[in-house]
């Protein structure tokens, strides 16, 4: 493997099988139906790197994204991680040491984290499962650590989740995946539930971390000012297909498919500013 292939996605394809059931088929006369949510989908991401995934909804990232992260069965194709095949056979502790390596943040962060837990307790958790702390002392205190490398206060793992903020709740979300250790993480949608001011902050957080532990991303948007901020390449993602794979300033001055064009013309502020 070499550098510039950290993760390596090869030939990621995903049916869905969408059809009525089967009596309904017949007293309809229907065929089965089947959506293509990803088709042939290749990609590579270097370590340290942000890949970003843009295209209209339905277009199939979230399906990519959750094939990457092993959540979602792929219909056929490859990914690799640092060499490993997350699709391939593995015992239970080859997976786990694979799974710890992999985190994944939600758009909406409320719904990943445990409503009765302290979030002390939920930071504290993939330490203590994945044997980095070695006692609940030790992965609470190594959590007060983390909430304040997020910018929270060390006291606020006494709390519950529902009383922070949104943008809170996503420093809460990106600490727990620091606690396992993440070398690669998938973020969908990180920041479209936020205010726009609040996105900033988690943008830049983001970036910051990336830089203090050498962070691999995926990032998922729909918006391209987001993406244009964050990534160093861009794939656009039209109909379940990665239609043009490009370095991000490339993308945005020159894009070579109209659908591309498209896309980055339905932002204004961008579209001003890449018009010469
Ligand atoms: N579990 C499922 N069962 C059936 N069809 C699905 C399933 N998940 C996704 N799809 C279909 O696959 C296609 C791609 O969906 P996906 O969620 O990947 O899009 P997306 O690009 O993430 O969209 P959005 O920007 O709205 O989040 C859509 O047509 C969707 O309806
Ligand atoms: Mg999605």
């Known amino acids: 493997m070499s550098n510039s292939e950290f993760v390596r996605v090869e030939k990621l394809n995903r049916v869905f099988d969408v059809s009525k059931p089967l009596l309904n088929r017949i007293i309809e006369r229907q065929p089965k139906r089947f959506v293509h949510a990803a088709t042939d989908v290749s990609f590579s991401i270097a370590k340290g790197e942000t890949f970003a995934l843009v295209g209209e909804s ?42 710890r390596r992999i985190q994944m943040i939600f758009q909406d962060p409320y719904a ?47 709390k519950y989740p529902h009383e922070f903020s949104g943008g809170q709740r996503q420093r809460i979300a990106i600490a727990r995946a620091l606690a396992a250790k ?23 957080l983001m970036r ?3 830089e203090q532990f050498g962070l691999t991303y995926l990032l998922i948007s729909h918006n391209l000012a987001v993406v244009r901020h964050m990534s160093s390449r861009i794939g656009v993602m039209h109909f379940g297909k990665l239609v043009e794979v490009e370095e991000s300033r490339a993308l945005f001055k020159n894009p070579r498919q109209s ?8 932002v204004p502020d961008i579209s001003a500013a890449t018009r010469r």
């Open 182 to 204: 993440a070398e690669f993480i998938v973020c969908d949608e990180p920041t479209s539930a936020l205010d726009v001011s609040v996105q900033a902050q988690i943008l830049n």
């Open 112 to 158: 990943s984290l445990n409503p009765r837990w302290r979030v002390a307790s939920i930071i504290a958790e993939p330490m203590l499962a994945l044997g980095i702390a070695k006692s609940k002392a030790e992965a609470q205190h190594e959590a007060g650590e983390l909430l304040k490398v997020v910018g929270l206060n060390p006291l606020d793992g006494r």
């Open 259 to 266: 659908y591309t064009r498209m896309l980055i013309d339905a």
């Open 58 to 99: 339905g277009s199939g990232k979230s399906t990519v994204a959750k094939m990457v992260v092993g959540l979602l069965p792929a219909t056929s194709g490859t990914v690799e991680i640092d060499g490993v095949s997350i699709t391939g056979k593995h015992d239970r502790a080859q997976m786990r040491a694979l799974r």
């Open 208 to 210: 910051d971390l990336q």
